[in-house]
């Protein structure tokens, strides 16, 4: 009995949750409490035996407690497809996420109502200052995931990994959570409308209009200036011959005479 009162006590706050947030029209009443209790149905299937079923984490094991980390965390690590982590890595990969979306809302809904506090999923991600964008990207980002965020390697084996995958809600929920080695930018240092412009310079890095020619997939000035060499050449060869055989049509000889 106090152990089915455990279950429900959550069960019912995330009920309560899904019925004040509206977790979708779709889902007809007669159904709320089983889609609510889905979020700790998930949550007990793949994240309890790392984060337990209090969700302290195991701090001996490097495994972090969920308490108060806010849905921009839980959002984040699951669209990344960082959780459930399947072996303990140093660093969680990014990886195609493991639930759909609306399972994600659930998790998320079940372990923010459980254990609230932390940042919520930023709303606003639609910037209005490119330039500022980039300066602001330029100061904070940059020293870690390159001037054209593709990434760069850390110390201790860690690194910043490229910006390009990233969605915009996910660049700003990295912002205000700090995943792993990345630094927490709370409202102090950031505030939402900068933290907007720099998700639109980001989503700017994915499909800048490359003024210069082909972006060769923004590996950086060395590369590019490398590949760069190679296709001068080439094309100067290749424009050579291409005049060369425009005189096909005369003799040989006299063509190269
Ligand atoms: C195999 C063990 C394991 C499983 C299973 C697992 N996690 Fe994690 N989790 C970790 C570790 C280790 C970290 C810290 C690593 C990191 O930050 O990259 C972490 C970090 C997190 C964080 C970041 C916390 C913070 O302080 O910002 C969240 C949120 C999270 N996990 C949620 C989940 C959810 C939700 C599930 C289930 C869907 C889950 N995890 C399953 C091991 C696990
Ligand atoms: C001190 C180095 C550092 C700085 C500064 C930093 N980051 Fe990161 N960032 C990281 C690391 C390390 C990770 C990977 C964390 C993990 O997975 O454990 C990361 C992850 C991310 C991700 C997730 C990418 C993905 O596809 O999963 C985004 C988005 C991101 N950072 C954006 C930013 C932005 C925007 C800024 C500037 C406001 C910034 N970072 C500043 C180190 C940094």
Excluded at 64 to 73: E, I, Y
Aim: charged content about 15%; proline content about 7%.
């Amino acid at each position: 009995m106090a152990l089915f009162a455990r279950l429900l006590g959550p069960a019912l706050a995330v009920a309560a949750a899904g019925l004040v947030g509206g977790l979708g029209p779709a889902r007809a009443t007669p159904v709320r409490a089983a889609v609510a209790g889905r979020g700790q149905l998930l949550y007990v299937e793949e994240c309890q035996t790392c984060h337990e079923a209090n969700g302290s984490g195991q701090a001996s094991e490097g495994i972090p407690s969920l308490h108060g980390v806010g849905a921009a965390a839980v959002d984040f690590y699951l669209a990344t497809g960082r959780m459930p982590e399947a072996t303990l890595l140093r660093q969680a990969p990014r990886k195609p996420p493991f639930f759909d979306t609306a399972d994600r809302a659930a998790i998320v809904a079940y372990v923010t109502t459980t254990w609230p506090g932390g940042p919520a999923i930023p709303t606003d991600v639609s910037g209005t200052d490119l330039q500022g964008g980039g300066d602001l990207f330029r100061t904070n980002c940059a020293a870690c995931h390159g001037a054209v965020g593709a990434g760069a390697a850390l110390a201790h084996g860690a690194y910043a990994p490229s910006l390009h995958a990233a969605t915009p809600v996910e660049v700003a929920e990295a912002i205000r959570v700090g995943p792993g080695n990345m630094p927490v930018f709370d409202a102090g240092q950031l505030t939402d409308a900068q933290v907007a412009d720099i998700v639109t310079y980001v989503q700017y890095l994915h499909h800048p209009d490359d003024r210069g020619g082909a972006g060769l997939g923004h590996t950086g000035p060395i590369a590019e200036g490398f590949v760069g060499l190679l296709v001068g050449l080439f094309g100067a060869v290749g424009v050579a011959t291409w005049v060369g055989h425009r005189s096909d049509d005369e003799p040989r000889e006299r063509a190269h005479a």
